[in-house]
């Protein structure tokens, strides 16, 4: 069965960092786009990053600059680096498995079939 835990959440101040960290099983991690999203309290969903199969990656303008997103194949891990955190990136991160193997089709939610059970950020001083 497909399984993603998310970990790496936590408290950081303004300016600080984290990485979260995603394991994947149960699927063939390396043929399928990978994404991070986040929810705060009282918003929708949104996207954060989306790295394709072959490690091309896509950013939210929000964090352009800042996240880095990358994957290692053969640990069937996915992370989303995150510096210089800004109060406004608070959220608990999810991440989620594309039906596709590109970024193109991979930037709306509805073509994720499966999904984390997220980890929280918060970012406060």
């Known amino acids: 069965q497909v399984q993603l835990v998310e970990s790496g959440g936590g408290l950081a101040q303004p300016g600080g960092s984290l990485r979260l960290s995603c394991a994947a099983s149960g699927f063939s991690f390396s043929r399928y786009a990978m994404g991070w999203f986040r929810q705060a309290p009282g918003k929708e969903r949104e996207l954060v990053a989306v790295?394709?199969?072959?490690?091309?990656?896509y950013y939210a303008d929000s964090v352009k600059g800042r996240f880095t997103i990358s994957r290692d194949n053969a640990k069937n891990t996915l992370y989303l680096q995150m510096n210089n955190l800004k109060p406004e990136d608070t959220a608990l991160y999810y991440c989620?498995?594309?039906?596709?193997?590109?970024?193109?089709?991979?930037?709306?939610?509805?073509?994720?079939?499966?999904w984390g059970q997220g980890t929280q950020v918060t970012v406060s001083s």
């Open positions: 790295i394709s199969s072959g490690g091309m990656p």
């Open positions: 989620a498995k594309s039906r596709y193997s590109g970024t193109y089709y991979s930037t709306e939610s509805a073509v994720y079939d499966y």
